[in-house]
């Protein structure tokens, strides 16, 4: 099936996702300050620069959107069926560092909470 937009209004949409700040992150972000907890964002210093840092537990909490990162059995995680070969190719590259990214922060100490789906 073709795209109904445009290449450059495809452009336009895709430049406007957001990759920080997302209503799901700071839906988690509200709760875990409810709860007591006191984070930090975006630390540089990490891999991966986790989205919450959770400083004082050695705990990092990655928001990841279900399409993006390819979780299994959801439907939000479904691949495009139009330039399939780009598409897996960049949603495997991003599983693929994300398992990366879990395992040097297993080993510098740090303990991941898991992906939250989006």
């Known amino acids: 099936m073709p795209d109904k937009f445009t ?6 949409i895709m430049s ?3 990759n920080r700040d997302t209503a799901p992150e700071k839906l988690v972000r509200q709760l ?9 964002l975006q630390r540089k210093d990490l891999p991966g620069k986790p989205d919450i840092v959770l400083p004082k537990h050695k705990k990092v909490i990655f928001v990841h959107g279900c399409f993006w990162h390819g979780h299994a059995g959801c439907s939000r995680g479904a691949r495009p ?5 780009f598409w897996n190719q960049k949603i495997e590259k991003n599983i693929n ?10 080993e510098s100490g740090w303990q991941s909470l898991g ?3 989006e």
Do not use: P, W
Request: net charge positive.
């Open 7 to 12: 290449t450059q209004e495809r452009s336009r």
């Open 16 to 18: 406007r996702v957001k």
């Open 32 to 40: 875990l300050h409810k709860m007591g907890y006191r984070f930090r």
């Open 81 to 85: 069926t139009s330039n399939s070969d």
């Open 97 to 106: 560092r994300d398992k990366n990214v879990q395992a040097q922060l297993c």
């Open 115 to 117: 992906s939250i789906k």
